[in-house]
């Protein structure tokens, strides 16, 4: 996600002061309503500049309802929330190495199970490019990083401090070893990372190789398109998921759409749907750092609108499912057929109910067809970028979980709790 200033198309700036989204074209967004949310918090430093961005969920082996819900805050560092939005655990990001360094800075999580026997969290840290890996007992976290790990995509700290950083992550288990998948900031590039088991129970892990999405596109018109953005940045991918019964990973590239490809990232990709802005040529204005878009030509989408972020998937018996998709400017999700060329389904919001406020510009989502405690049928939480009440001019932030089969009634969708175990 970019800085909301960068985010600056109409149907957003509509979107925001009304507080409700903007339907998909030619479709309708059916809402549903937030059961449980955790608690404020504060991009700014009486806050400890957190700002909250991706949640993963941590299955207790034994007893669903003990299972946790591991968070992002960026310079905020990590928290750790329990089934009913209570926080059990924080853990702080590392101080920048020197005066001039930038500090540790937690953009996404994912959890991998039975890594040695441990269950861990893998956390990109944009701020210094690296990885944090935690292991996860009781569901507390333990940092487990070795301290000898590398940098992701960079070779200086100078590098690093000039933010073309590890950003994006989701993680990928097969026969061949435990792995993270992990874009680059303001760069096309997705990495695949293998996690190594190193002496004294720590984890390090190596770059085995990366993958270059597109970065700009040959329009049906014969015309080249770019997404606008500022000269020296690329479109970057931060939300993606692995199918891991596929080995097929998803990739949101935020101003163009979601990509697939295998998770091994050998294969071609291929582009299973644009944003709305697709083709839509725009002049980047420096004074403003905003771009002012022109004519659509109709070469874009009709389900998501620009950025395309968090990816999550919902399991099924027999290869089925659902794949959701953060629909970051019109305040919605996108739902796509799991299986088969992934056609759309359906959208939907969350909406504020019984003191709780809605969702609005999302990050990171995550979705689990478990049973976990009162989300009997599984549950969705998503990351609220516009946390209310408002209090002043505070960025406010958190995360809110909904009833999968809220969603699953109001879209036709199916509630499948014997369709897939995380921890297999």
């Not at 059916?30 to 608690?39: F, I, K, L, W, Y």
């Not at 299973?272 to 002049?283: F, H, I, M, Q, S």
């Not at 989502?365 to 002043?392: C, K, M, Q, R, Y």
Request: glycine share 12%; with cysteine.
């Amino acid at each position: 996600m970019r800085p909301l200033p960068r985010l600056s198309l109409a149907a957003l700036i509509v979107t925001l002061a009304a507080g409700t989204a903007v339907p998909a074209s030619g479709s309708t967004v059916a809402t549903v309503h937030p059961d449980v949310e955790t608690p404020a918090l504060y991009d700014d430093e009486a806050g400890g500049n957190s700002n909250g961005d991706d949640p993963a969920i941590w299955v207790h082996p034994s007893d669903s309802s003990r299972s946790v819900v591991v968070t992002t805050a960026k310079e905020g560092g990590l928290n750790v929330y329990d089934l009913g939005g209570h926080q059990l655990q924080h853990i702080a990001a590392p101080a920048a190495p020197g005066p001039d360094d930038e500090p540790g800075r937690f953009n996404n999580v994912d959890v991998t199970y039975g890594f040695g026997g441990r269950d861990l969290a893998i956390v990109s840290d944009r701020g210094r490019d690296t990885l944090r890996i935690y292991s996860i007992s009781g569901g507390r976290l333990t940092d487990v990083t070795d301290p000898a790990a590398p940098f992701v995509f960079n070779t200086s700290q100078g590098q690093v401090n000039d933010g073309e950083t590890a950003y994006g992550l989701g993680a990928w288990k097969d026969s061949t070893g435990t792995y993270a998948l992990v874009s680059r900031r303001h760069k096309t590039s997705i990495g695949l990372v293998k996690l190594l088991a190193k002496p004294g129970g720590k984890v390090g892990y190596q770059l085995v190789r990366t993958l270059d999405l597109p970065a700009s596109f040959t329009l049906p018109n014969g015309r080249t398109w770019s997404p606008c953005l500022e000269p020296d940045e690329l479109a970057q991918v931060e939300g993606m998921v692995v199918d891991q019964d596929r080995d097929v990973l998803y990739a949101a590239q935020e101003d163009v759409g979601i990509w697939r490809v295998r998770a091994d990232l050998t294969g071609t990709p291929v582009l299973v749907d644009k944003v709305k802005e697709y083709g839509v040529p725009a002049t980047y204005d420096p004074a403003t750092e905003e771009c002012t878009p022109g004519a659509d030509p109709g070469f874009g989408g009709h389900h998501l609108t620009a950025d395309a972020e968090g990816l999550t998937i919902y399991y099924r018996e027999d290869g089925k499912g659902y794949l959701l998709a953060s629909s970051q400017g019109d305040n919605t999700f996108a739902v796509y057929r799991r299986e088969g060329a992934n056609s759309y389904l359906g959208q939907f919001r969350v909406g504020p109910d019984d003191g709780i406020d809605g969702v609005e510009v999302s990050d990171g989502s995550t979705v689990l067809n478990v049973p976990l405690g009162d989300f009997d049928e599984g549950v969705f939480i998503a990351h609220d970028g516009v946390n209310t009440p408002a209090e002043g001019d505070r960025e406010i932030t958190n995360f809110k979980y909904t009833k999968w089969d809220d969603i699953a009634d109001e879209l036709d969708l199916a509630v499948d709790t014997d369709g897939w175990d995380p921890r297999d």
